[in-house]
C-alpha cells in the first residue's frame, strides 16, 4: 500500500517533432517530468494534500524515481488543428476531506474553454460529494457561484496546454499533469 501524497503541483508542456513518441517525450521536457517514470492514477486529491508551486514540486523530483500523476494528453500531426490537454482542481474547505482532480482532452477548444471546462469538471464532482445543491445545466459561472457561497470548497485552479498543429505533417503533443508529491513540505508536516 502506498502513503497518501502530501503535495501536489501542476505542470504543462508542449512538443512538436516529426515523431509522435519523440513530440511527448519534448512535452514532457517542457513540463519539467521527463525524467519520471510516470504512473498515471485516477482523480482523487488526497486529504491534507498541499498544492504547491511547479518551481518547488519539480525541485523536489529525483530522477528514474516512481512518480504519479493525473495526466491529460492530446496529440495531433493535422497542421492548424487545435489541440489541448487541461487538468482541474477542487479542493474542500474541510483538509480531512478528498478533492478532485480532472483531466479533459480536447481537439478544436481553446485554452479558455479547456480551462473552464477542466474547473466545471473538478467542482462538480466535489459538489455532488460533498451534499452541495446546484443544477446541473446551469452555466458554469451561476454553479461556480453556488459553490463558493456554500463555504465548502476553498475553490478551482488548473492547468492547460493549447497548440495548434505543425506544419509538414509533424507531430503537436500537448500535456498536462497533477504530479503527487509523498514528502512533507516542512519536517514539522511528517
Same mark, same amino acid.
Given at each position: 500500500?502506498?502513503?497518501?501524497?502530501?503535495?501536489?503541483?501542476?505542470?504543462?508542456?508542449?512538443?512538436?517533432?516529426?515523431?509522435?513518441?519523440?513530440?511527448?517525450?519534448?512535452?514532457?521536457?517542457?513540463?519539467?517530468?521527463?525524467?519520471?517514470?510516470? !504512473?498515471?492514477?485516477?482523480?482523487?486529491?488526497?486529504?491534507?494534500?498541499?498544492?504547491?508551486?511547479? *518551481?518547488?514540486? !519539480?525541485?523536489?523530483? *529525483?530522477?528514474?524515481?516512481? =512518480?504519479?500523476?493525473?495526466?491529460?494528453?492530446?496529440? =495531433?500531426?493535422?497542421?492548424?488543428?487545435?489541440?489541448?490537454?487541461?487538468?482541474?482542481?477542487?479542493?474542500?474547505?474541510?483538509?480531512?476531506?478528498?478533492?478532485?482532480?480532472?483531466?479533459?482532452?480536447?481537439?478544436?477548444?481553446?485554452?479558455?474553454? =479547456?480551462?473552464?471546462? !477542466?474547473?466545471?469538471?473538478?467542482?462538480?464532482?466535489?459538489?455532488?460529494?460533498?451534499?452541495?445543491?446546484?443544477?446541473?445545466?446551469?452555466?458554469?459561472?451561476?454553479?461556480?457561484? !453556488?459553490?463558493?457561497? *456554500?463555504?465548502?470548497?476553498?475553490? =478551482?485552479?488548473?492547468?492547460?496546454?493549447?497548440?495548434?498543429?505543425?506544419?509538414?505533417?509533424?507531430?503537436?503533443?500537448?500535456?498536462?499533469?497533477?504530479?503527487?508529491?509523498?514528502?512533507?513540505?516542512?519536517?514539522?508536516?511528517?
Amino acid at each position: 500500500m502506498f502513503p497518501h501524497p502530501k503535495r501536489v503541483f501542476l505542470t504543462r508542456g508542449i512538443g512538436i517533432h516529426r515523431q509522435q513518441l519523440s513530440a511527448f517525450e519534448y512535452a514532457l521536457r517542457d513540463a519539467d517530468i521527463e525524467q519520471q517514470n510516470l !504512473v498515471l492514477v485516477s482523480s482523487i486529491l488526497s486529504p491534507q494534500c498541499e498544492l504547491v508551486p511547479r *518551481s518547488v514540486g !519539480v525541485a523536489a523530483l *529525483s530522477p528514474g524515481e516512481i =512518480t504519479f500523476c493525473v495526466m491529460a494528453r492530446t496529440e =495531433t500531426n493535422e497542421f492548424g488543428r487545435c489541440i489541448a490537454a487541461g487538468i482541474g482542481l477542487a479542493r474542500p474547505t474541510d483538509p480531512a476531506h478528498y478533492g478532485y482532480i480532472s483531466e479533459h482532452h480536447a481537439f478544436g477548444m481553446s485554452e479558455a474553454e =479547456t480551462t473552464e471546462h !477542466v474547473e466545471d469538471l473538478a467542482a462538480t464532482m466535489l459538489a455532488s460529494t460533498l451534499g452541495i445543491e446546484f443544477n446541473p445545466d446551469a452555466a458554469w459561472d451561476e454553479r461556480k457561484r !453556488v459553490y463558493e457561497m *456554500s463555504h465548502l470548497m476553498v475553490g =478551482t485552479d488548473s492547468i492547460v496546454a493549447a497548440a495548434q498543429g505543425a506544419p509538414r505533417g509533424d507531430w503537436t503533443c500537448v500535456v498536462a499533469a497533477a504530479v503527487f508529491l509523498f514528502t512533507p513540505s516542512t519536517p514539522e508536516q511528517q
